[in-house]
């Protein structure tokens, strides 16, 4: 999988892809990561990216000659200009991979290339989005800085606006390093072990894990879109607090039911909106009550 970022401070990555996991995939060739200087796409001697926003008001605005010069290097034309190549050379049984997706579409298998524009106007990126984008070939990020960037640029270019979350960053470059660390470790081979993925606050229900566990205990619950449970290590014992005894007792029932429990407990505690759709069953729910009547 390929990330393209298009950003007018490219050294602004320096250092974060040379760590850890993405460092490691990198390495292995599993991933791709360029950053594209939007500055070398002006055309005056200040190389100018932004411009005061028609109307009045505070701040600048990205211009959108520079972006389009940048998305052109990269082989990114208009949306338009991409879905008309698509069709004149698509089998017509087949569908049109590349073509632009509205905020509730899937993103299928082999997906091909999405424009995605960061700014906080986007839809908030969750882990569920995450997976869809992990079905991609190549993600090219516009990254938004001070205003904004021109809206002809969204209209024209960019297939989705995103959002990580309902704050205003300075700029989209931190976003777009979120967006690949989390898409990234869900492709295949970047993690050590691929139940990691599936295992893990947000993760998918019990009965959608395709992964291949051998040699995950099946004490592990599926998350099912709620919070993951506490983990424990050695020492048994710390600043006098034990690990619970149903972690050490060998019982993969008992530590299955503990664990999902605590899960439902972390979730009401510090994200009850995640209940409304949790794929949650009758004795979860028997638990939410017995928890709520404890704190009532």
Known sequence: MRFDIVTIFPRFFDGIFEHGILRRAIAEAR?????HDLREFTHDRHRTVDDRPFGGGEGMVLKPEPI?????SLGIGTKAERGASLEATADPST?????TFAQDDKVESGAGTRVILLSAQGRRFDQSLARELAHLDRIVFVCGRYEGVDERVNQLYCDMELSIGDYVLSGGELAAAIVIDTVMRLLPGVLGNEASSEFESFGTADAEITTDVDGVPRSQHGAGGLLDYPHYTRPAEFAGLRVPEVLMNGDHQQIRRWRREQQLRKTLANRPDLLA???LDKQDRRLIEAIRSEAG
């Open 277 to 279: 759709e949790a794929q």
């Open 68 to 72: 389009a010069g940048a998305l052109a």
């Open 95 to 99: 569908p049109v991979a590349d073509a």
């Open 31 to 35: 991933v791709a990561v360029a950053t």
